[in-house]
């Protein structure tokens, strides 16, 4: 696991997923410490978690740059982005993310009580059909805990593959 503020990301693994999704100073729930949790033993597999455990909402304007751009370097390293879009929150940031990022995105945890599920549905679904693409939008933290162990098993087969070449 990959947290911030750690800032020496690189050439830990092959392959990295980030945890994109609803924070919002704590008003979310904490859904990445969740994943987190249930892949702490990977080995084969990165996971950057944006999520500070001491974030102060009254950060500096430095910190919140600070922030910002580690997000961002971490999703430009990331090979793969899940989304959360927590009912309970607006989510701005998130909803830019899976624009810019929507290339990378392989499941979307999003409950139809978000207040934009249709907007990010369509999307997700524009897409898949423009780009012949298979993201998965799910209303279950368990569906995407095992999309999650799927991308981790096949990066895994691959991590093994090119040992042998």
Known sequence: MIYTPETNTEDRNSY?????G????????????????QFKDCDDFDIY??????????ATEEQVRQQIR?????LYKSD????????NTISPITLL????????????????????????????KWYNTKKNRHITITDSIGIL???IQILVNRCAILNKNKDLI
């Open 16 to 20: 990295k997923l980030f945890l994109a």
């Open 22 to 37: 609803s924070i919002e100073n704590g008003k979310a729930e904490d859904w990445q410490d969740i994943i987190c949790d």
């Open 49 to 58: 978690n944006p999520r500070r455990k001491n974030w102060n909402a009254d």
């Open 70 to 74: 580690w997000e961002q370097d971490a």
């Open 80 to 87: 793969f982005v899940s989304f959360y879009f927590d009912p």
């Open 97 to 124: 993310e899976l624009g810019l990022y929507i290339d990378k995105a392989f499941c979307i945890y999003c409950p139809p009580e978000y207040f934009r599920y249709t907007n990010v549905c369509e999307t997700v």
């Open 145 to 147: 805990i095992e999309k």
